[in-house]
């Protein structure tokens, strides 16, 4: 069952180019249950190209060949891979007839760079006759190779509604595989590996993957097996024990992020949100807004970065600047509590991002987060080490957190804080 | 002076972890004038690890192998490449000792797992004996092996600060390599490509790049060769050439941005900048403050998602929002005239970044952005297509560059302004 990808183009092998592309097929084929054994990039170039193929035909029950079937003139793998296999390039007349409709629309002159198109390898059965990329299976000593075009979106769009669904009738996996991932923030990477160290032996069908995504960790369960209920079993039993071992830990699971998660906690309890951003600069409102439907539980922010802000639009008092400065709890205590929010929540944070404005008293990393809620507010300081930009990470994550945990359990205590 | 990069990680062969460091090392050999002929990505298996390692060694001059080297159980690099090459594992004091220290500091108990980090195969020169993450140097057969932390900062700096250093000195590449960068915003790909079809054939030794990077276009320009002066002039006349033919779609060159250029030219001016938010949600204010020193030139930025917020905050008058709606001319028109604003220069965007909210009058897209300046206020509609993120892509880069336009040459005319 194992297949292997090979992504063809100079532009990935200098690396301009992030080859985004493999990774989402290698992705949708692990999947449907297949195991990816080898990605490999290599450049424009006949004898790679042709190597390449060859090897992997010679160890693969499968190949994805993905790029250089444009009409430019460094497309050359029509022409390669013929050759390699020993083939003729034929004229494929529905290609052909769509590149001429194409030129009569636009008024363009016949071109022989776009006519190189309808060129195939003979035998190459075109996965999308009506589509416009020219992507199309050849099955080579009872290999199927698939050849891609490297566009993002075609390779997309050709992977899920071409290459899987034939693949399938290829070569059946008999594998079940199910997989769930879980958003954690607040635990190293090392510490999860060490917790998981039974649940890890505890089948051969299962995995645990450790993904750091700053700030959070990523912890992925794959149950692969033949046994349906076998796999579902594990896979069930697998999750709950995830669950209990990182506990509040889990900041989203699946598709949802931890500010989704909090949008759905403060729709639920029919509030909103409020947010003084000064050291985050935004950040903490535009992941807020990355959520679609945030109108519902977001009312508003305010970016105050200078003192001057800080006073006029949330009524900070000039005196506690003067006296404690705009990094101190005072300050941070009268942004949260400003009477410009009317919200039931509130969020508010100020810090020294750095690179420069740490002093003895408040290194760089100092930040102040303030939570507003109908009961009371707090402020608590953080410490977060790092660039300027992890510590506004840091910093919106941990205020996101903050008030994530409280609308689940009540308490008013961080999840998050590092030694000060 | 071909090289090769030999990724280890079953989340990266999954396709979990999209392979970025890769593309950062070849990017960085490629500009030093080294050629890479391959990347190859494998999992965590000790067969396709030893026999990926020993082709590599086989056909190319040097080799970069990355990740692999952590604490975690999955983290097999060393043991297989000792065995691989027939050497011991030795123990490294130095990590040693860093590694205790460091239980210490932070009160843990000794780990078997941490210790691993010290065990590495004989003759392996650390890179960076002072740093955390343990990346070495083994000369075997005379090919230089360098295995690096698969964690992307950490391989960062060790590609710049260690690598390529110790590699020049080992493997002259004798090659001078110019390479400069230039951020476009308002053309399309294709577009540029045609505009540089005499510059790409003028000279064997200059390659144009185009890279999209959404919302902009990255254009790149490469000169290699032997001849220094040869090199060098070719790049100048191509750089004046590229500044000539993209004219004021430049936003950016080099390690500027379109934020970073925009604070220059505010600094300039001894003038700031404030900002109010509606369908962008924080994305400009994010933009701005990733500069560093943004407080120079940055006064402050509200987020009014909701209509109360734009009254509240804005002073944006109840009938405007009754009469015209919170996505029109004059709502957007009070907002960036508001009286909580007393910075010379002020931006406001309200709009429909979608997937709902459209309507026939104002579909999924329309956005109105309004820009202050001491000489007048003026209010554009837009209207830009693509996903809820790419409308608020397009909208915080419009309005950011239609200030930078507005700075060069005073013109109130925004660049960018797809068909409505």
Chains 1, 2 share one sequence.
Not at 36 to 54: A, Q
Not at 382 to 404: C, Y
Request: charged share 25%; with cysteine.
């Amino acid at each position: 069952m194992y297949g292997e990808i090979i992504a063809i183009g100079d532009e990935l092998l200098s690396g301009k180019v992030i080859n985004t592309t493999s990774s989402f097929a290698a992705r949708k084929l692990v999947e449907s249950g297949y195991e990816i054994k080898r990605i490999s990039i290599i450049g424009d170039n006949p004898k790679d190209i042709k190597h390449s193929l060859l090897t992997a035909i010679n160890r693969s029950k499968f190949v994805i060949i993905t790029g250089g079937l444009g009409p430019t003139s460094d497309d050359i793998t029509n022409e390669v891979v013929a050759d390699a296999l020993g083939l003729k390039l034929v004229l494929n007349q529905d290609i052909f007839n769509r590149i001429i409709e194409v030129e009569k629309r636009l008024g363009l002159k016949h071109s022989k760079m776009r006519e190189k198109l309808a060129w195939l390898p003979e035998g190459a059965q075109v996965l999308n006759p009506k589509g416009s990329a020219a992507g199309y299976l050849l099955i080579y000593q009872d290999i199927p190779l698939f050849f891609l075009p490297g566009v993002p979106e075609q390779l997309k769009d050709h992977m899920i509604n071409q290459v899987l669904p034939r693949l399938n009738k290829l070569i059946a996996t008999r594998l079940v595989v199910k997989q769930h991932l879980f958003r954690t923030f607040g635990l190293q990477e090392t510490d999860i590996n060490e917790m998981f160290f039974d649940l890890e032996r505890s089948s051969e069908l299962l995995t645990i993957g450790y993904y750091p995504n700053f700030p959070e960790v990523h912890v992925t369960i794959t149950v692969k097996g033949q046994d349906k209920s076998l796999v579902e079993e594990v896979f069930d039993n697998g999750c709950k024990e995830i669950k209990k071992i990182l506990g509040d830990a889990i900041i989203a699971e699946g598709k949802d992020t931890l500010e989704s998660v909090l949008g759905d906690l403060l729709i639920k309890k029919d509030a909103q949100l409020s947010v003084a951003e000064s050291c985050t600069g935004g950040l903490i409102a535009k992941r807020i807004t990355s959520v679609s439907g945030a109108s519902n539980w977001f009312d508003r922010s305010v970016v105050t970065y200078s003192n001057k802000a800080k006073e006029e639009i949330l009524g900070v008092s000039t005196k506690t600047l003067e006296k404690y400065g705009a990094v101190s709890k005072q300050c941070c205590y009268e942004m949260v509590s400003t009477s410009a929010f009317k919200t039931q929540y509130a969020l508010a944070v100020t810090g020294i991002a750095g690179p420069t404005g740490g002093s003895k008293e408040k290194p760089v990393g100092t930040v102040f987060i303030g939570l507003k809620t109908p009961e009371k507010t707090v402020v608590e300081r953080f410490w977060f080490p790092g660039s300027r930009i992890k510590v506004q990470q840091l910093t919106a994550e941990t205020a996101l957190d903050w008030l994530r945990r409280h609308l689940l359990n009540g308490s008013y205590i961080p999840g998050y804080r590092p030694a000060q």
